[in-house]
């Protein structure tokens, strides 16, 4: 239930999500060099992708996030390409709604920028193993944090709905488990094939140029 329906939340909660949505969205984009282009746009196909295959836990329903390989992959463009995601799914398959895509955005896209920021360093220079098991790490603890931002997005609105945020935290126990072999295996097979497209985002330490030495000019005394 990570794609919130129309009619369900308060008008507070609703603002608040488009504020945050908004920031992280322009913040995003400001971030996106013209390389990364093609890397958010290979990243929002799957997300909208993944995101229409949901499977039924109990009274809810859940399916893949892929929001912390996204967090790991490309940073901050996390929150438009799940914007761009989640538009899609809404008016081509009515998949969520149109007046919660922000609290849907930053519910989804928010952990997974954590997950980056924190994450990506251990990633840099990282063998497959390494890079696999933080790439479950960030799976897993994104769909925790997004349960939770469910879970307090429904319980914000009314308190008629704290029951059903508890069971909705229960059902991604589940998802939390298959997104973080999912995100682990993606993770550990592209540190052995393409490290860099993991890595990328990772902060960079800035080397000064070295110095050139002095050139000695015949005939110039010391």
């Known amino acids: 239930?990570?794609?919130i329906p129309d009619g369900v939340l308060s008008v507070p909660v609703l603002a608040g999500g488009a504020v945050l949505a908004v920031a992280g969205i322009g913040y995003g984009l400001r971030r996106i060099g013209e390389?990364?282009?093609p890397k958010v746009a290979i990243l929002a196909c799957g997300f909208f992708?993944?995101?229409l295959v949901a499977i039924p836990v109990g009274p809810s329903s859940v399916h893949l996030l892929l929001s912390g390989l996204m967090g790991l992959m490309i940073g901050p463009a996390v929150f438009p390409a799940v914007f761009v995601g989640l538009v899609l799914q809404a008016l081509l398959f009515g998949f969520g709604g149109l007046t919660t895509l922000g609290v849907n955005t930053v519910n989804i896209a928010l952990p997974g920028l954590l997950c980056g920021l924190l994450l990506s360093p251990l990633l840099r220079g990282a063998s497959p193993a390494r890079a696999g098991a933080v790439g479950a790490?960030?799976?897993a603890a994104c769909v925790a944090l997004?349960?939770?931002l469910v879970a307090a997005a429904l319980a914000l609105s009314a308190s008629e709905?704290?029951?059903s945020a508890?069971?909705?935290l229960l059902t991604y126990v589940p998802l939390a488990v298959g997104e973080a072999f999912v995100t682990g295996f993606a993770v550990a097979f592209l540190?052995?094939?393409r490290p860099e497209a993991i890595a990328g985002f990772a902060p960079k330490v800035a080397v000064p140029a070295p110095v050139p030495p002095a050139v000695a000019v015949a005939g110039e005394r010391p």
């Open 1 to 3: 239930m990570a794609h």
């Open 161 to 163: 709905f704290v029951p």
């Open 146 to 148: 997004t349960g939770g």
């Open 49 to 51: 992708a993944v995101s």
């Open 166 to 168: 508890r069971i909705v």
């Open 137 to 139: 790490l960030a799976g």
């Open 191 to 193: 540190a052995r094939v």
């Open 35 to 37: 390389e990364e282009i």
